[in-house]
């Protein structure tokens, strides 16, 4: 839990109780089967359709699309799960208007895309309401043994696969319970009802995974060590550390990471019960930074304030999300970067911002210019970093990360890697998905080899 001690202006409970269900209750409600069959209806099933190109897992969109239009949901989802066995959370959780819905030629036609990820979520989710298991069946035991380090979406989507193709796994995880970013690290709004842990029984259900939790990598297992036991490896470790400011005052209360405070509202039993400030700063422009500001606006801060030391079409958080923000009540200020954290009493009162401007070759100048924003909570979110403990004396790294191939292998012969701890990850759920996709076939072609 993220120690928050009682600032000058922070309590628990600024809303009335029944405001929290309200404003935490599902983003994208499911689609009535009747809107579904419009809305699949709206499809002109293309030939070679470009929202499937754009889709970084590969589904066969017109055909899931199809299959719901012809009253067939179940099948639409076998045809999702094929590529992405997360695919309900990915229905939740994918930036589609940067991704499919953004080349669908309805948008490109009339600017109202064919709604994709809905109708991905109205699938998965009648399978998913009746079925506990997979519609997959393993294959006779390989006799292999696969080490799989980190339950995230990349390591659920590699250990299943390895699962299909008979192979045991087991499954490393470092916290008490599996899902990764889909359990911890997400706005709460975007999956409500526990869904990142009936996702997880969902994909386990394959068997041939045993899931071991409080494992951490550097702490109580080591590389060198699972690769003395098992036939390959794959590391999916996410990102454990997290970016600093760099400023005095950094570690006096009310200065915390976003990540963590995230963490907190997703396993909040009760969310009247979180500690929330009147004046919130936001220092990123990420989907980390839109997620906390949101979800503090929603329990009930008065002025919830991004800064972004960039132009706003330089934020890494989608157009989605920052009209998200916009609509939910968080200020958007540009242009501007941390200069003090002003305490009173050990505690956060304010924050002086400098001004920035950017320079034609792309550099970030401060101009001298500074204001002051009130602040009694301050949330970092300027990226986080790989915990390199035990990684590098044996592993390739670039630039703070794994260095993996096309297949996704390391530079070491036997362990692969994938999700936003290697080089070039997107930290996007559905590319871990597809980074595990792709792993567990090369370490299935390397051990039948
Ligand atoms: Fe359907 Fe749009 Fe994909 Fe075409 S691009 S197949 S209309 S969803």
């Given at each position: 839990m993220t120690q928050t001690k009682a600032g000058p202006d922070i309590a628990a409970g600024r809303l009335p109780e029944d405001a929290y269900s309200e404003n935490f209750s599902d983003l994208h409600p499911l689609l009535e089967q009747h809107e579904a069959q419009?809305?699949?209806?709206?499809?002109?099933?293309?030939?070679?359709?470009?929202?499937?190109?754009?889709?970084?897992?590969?589904?066969?969109?017109?055909?899931?699309?199809?299959?719901?239009?012809?009253?067939?949901?179940?099948?639409?989802?076998?045809?999702?799960?094929?590529?992405?066995?997360?695919?309900?959370?990915?229905?939740?959780?994918?930036?589609?208007?940067?991704?499919?819905?953004?080349?669908?030629?309805?948008?490109?036609?009339?600017?109202?895309?064919?709604?994709?990820?809905?109708?991905?979520?109205?699938?998965?989710?009648?399978?998913?309401?009746?079925?506990?298991?997979?519609?997959?069946?393993?294959?006779?035991?390989s006799g292999k043994k696969v080490a799989v380090v980190g339950a995230g979406p990349a390591g659920l989507s590699c250990a299943h696969r390895l699962a299909?193709?008979?192979?045991?796994?087991?499954?490393?995880?470092?916290?008490?319970?599996?899902?990764?970013?889909?359990?911890?690290?997400?706005?709460?709004y975007k999956s409500v009802e526990n869904f990142a842990q009936r996702e997880v029984d969902f994909v386990l259900s394959i068997g041939g995974i045993e899931l071991k939790t409080g494992m951490r990598l550097g702490d109580n297992i080591d590389l060198a060590e699972l690769r003395a036991t098992f036939d390959a490896v794959f590391l999916s470790i996410g990102l454990g550390g997290v970016n600093a400011l760099n400023k005095e005052n950094e570690s006096h209360n009310g200065v915390l990471n976003a990540v963590d405070y995230i963490s907190d509202i997703r396993q909040a039993d009760e969310l009247s019960q979180l500690p929330v400030g009147r004046n919130i700063v936001v220092i990123g422009g990420g989907m980390t930074a839109v997620d906390i500001a949101v979800q503090k606006k929603l329990l009930g801060a008065d002025d919830v304030t991004i800064v972004y030391r960039r132009e706003q079409d330089r934020m890494n958080a989608s157009k989605f999300e920052q009209e998200l923000a916009q609509t939910t009540g968080v200020k958007i200020l540009t242009n501007a970067q941390p200069h003090a954290?002003?305490?009173?009493?050990?505690?956060?009162?304010?924050?002086?911002?400098?001004?920035?401007?950017?320079?034609?070759?792309?550099?970030?100048?401060?101009?001298?210019?500074?204001?002051?924003?009130?602040?009694?909570?301050?949330?970092k979110a300027v990226g986080q970093t790989l915990v390199r403990d035990d990684l590098d004396a044996t592993i390739a790294l670039e630039k703070g990360r794994i260095v993996v191939d096309a297949d996704r292998k390391t530079s070491l012969d036997d362990v692969w890697a994938g999700g936003d701890c290697v080089l070039g990850g997107e930290d996007l759920t559905v590319t871990a998905v597809e980074d595990g996709k792709i792993a567990a076939e090369s370490i299935n072609a390397a051990l039948n080899a």
């Open positions: 419009v809305e699949a209806d709206r499809c002109y099933f293309c030939y070679d359709a470009p929202c499937m190109q754009a889709c970084p897992t590969s589904i066969d969109i017109p055909q899931f699309i199809r299959q719901i239009s012809t009253g067939n949901p179940d099948g639409s989802a076998k045809t999702i799960f094929e590529q992405n066995i997360l695919g309900g959370m990915c229905a939740r959780v994918c930036p589609t208007e940067t991704l499919c819905e953004e080349v669908c030629v309805r948008e490109v036609a009339e600017g109202k895309p064919v709604k994709i990820g809905q109708l991905q979520r109205y699938a998965t989710d009648h399978y998913m309401s009746g079925h506990d298991e997979t519609p997959f069946s393993r294959a006779a035991a299909v193709h008979g192979h045991e796994v087991t499954l490393f995880d470092a916290r008490d319970k599996a899902g990764g970013l889909n359990e911890f690290g997400i706005a709460s954290l002003v305490t009173e009493n050990g505690h956060i009162s304010s924050i002086e911002l400098e001004r920035t401007v950017s320079l034609a070759d792309g550099t970030l100048n401060g101009t001298g210019e500074i204001l002051s924003l009130p602040a009694d909570m301050v949330f």
